[in-house]
């Protein structure tokens, strides 16, 4: 918990000095809500981390399979994200400074992508592996196709425009229920 503890500082910290840069909105109750709710966000992640136990030092972390295909999903995701919000979002002024900082995040992202890509572990992957992920993918494939047909069905009522930026971030969140899908099934042990 010592630990946690400087981190959820600096990160009501970091918050706090966003939301001071940050314009106002119009109507004003919208920035304040954002900014309550990333406290309240905050807060949760905090709390849910809190109760963790904390790790023995004298025994050795494994890094295995499993571990290797959660951080590589999640490094994925979070790049194909990265890329929708780089679309999404209008340029800034001077119009450098938005390619500049989501630039150098989305290269940080693949960097951390790679080394969990090319990391090497002695687990061999077993039937057990194979079936959560062939589990995992099926499931993830049933809420596309779900998607898809809600989606088809609200475009009928009220059209809208789709660009590249809402795709790149609903892909973005295929993989993450593919990921959290994939670890309820390991933690389920089927």
């Given at each position: 918990?010592?630990?946690?503890?400087?981190?959820?500082?600096?990160s009501?910290?970091?918050?706090?000095a966003?939301?001071?840069?940050?314009?106002?909105?119009?109507?004003?109750w919208i920035?304040?809500?954002i900014?309550i709710?990333l406290i309240?966000?905050?807060?949760?992640?905090?709390?849910?981390?809190?109760k963790?136990p904390?790790?023995?030092?004298?025994?050795?972390?494994?890094?295995?399979?499993?571990?290797k295909l959660y951080?590589?999903?999640?490094?994925a995701a979070?790049?194909?994200?990265?890329?929708?919000?780089?679309?999404i979002?209008?340029?800034?002024?001077?119009?450098?400074?938005?390619?500049l900082?989501?630039?150098?995040?989305?290269?940080?992202?693949?960097v951390?992508f790679?080394?969990?890509?090319?990391k090497k572990?002695?687990?061999?992957?077993?039937?057990?592996?194979y079936?959560?992920?062939?589990?995992?993918?099926?499931?993830?494939?049933?809420?596309?196709?779900?998607?898809?047909?809600?989606?088809?069905?609200?475009?009928?009522?009220?059209?809208?425009?789709?660009n590249?930026?809402?795709?790149?971030?609903?892909?973005?969140?295929?993989?993450l229920?593919?990921?959290?899908s994939?670890?309820?099934?390991?933690?389920?042990?089927g």
């Open positions: 918990m010592n630990k946690i503890y400087p981190w959820f500082i600096l009501l910290l970091l918050t706090g966003i939301w001071f840069f940050t314009p106002a909105s119009n109507p004003d920035k304040n809500s900014f709710g309240i966000y905050l807060l949760l992640l905090f709390l849910f981390f809190s963790f904390t790790p023995d030092s004298n025994k050795q972390y494994y890094f295995g399979l499993t571990e951080t590589g999903t999640l490094m979070m790049g194909i994200y990265c890329k929708g919000i780089w679309f979002t209008p340029d800034t002024n001077p119009i450098w400074l938005k390619h900082f989501l630039g150098i995040g989305l290269l940080i992202l693949f951390f790679l080394y969990f890509v090319f572990v002695d687990e061999k992957p077993d039937d057990r592996f079936t959560n992920l062939a589990r995992a993918a099926s499931f993830t494939l049933i809420i596309v196709l779900i998607s898809l047909l809600i989606l088809s069905m609200v475009t009928f009522m009220v059209p809208f425009t789709l590249a930026g809402m795709l790149l971030i609903y892909g973005a969140g295929m993989i229920i593919f990921d959290f994939f670890f309820f099934f390991e933690k389920r042990g």
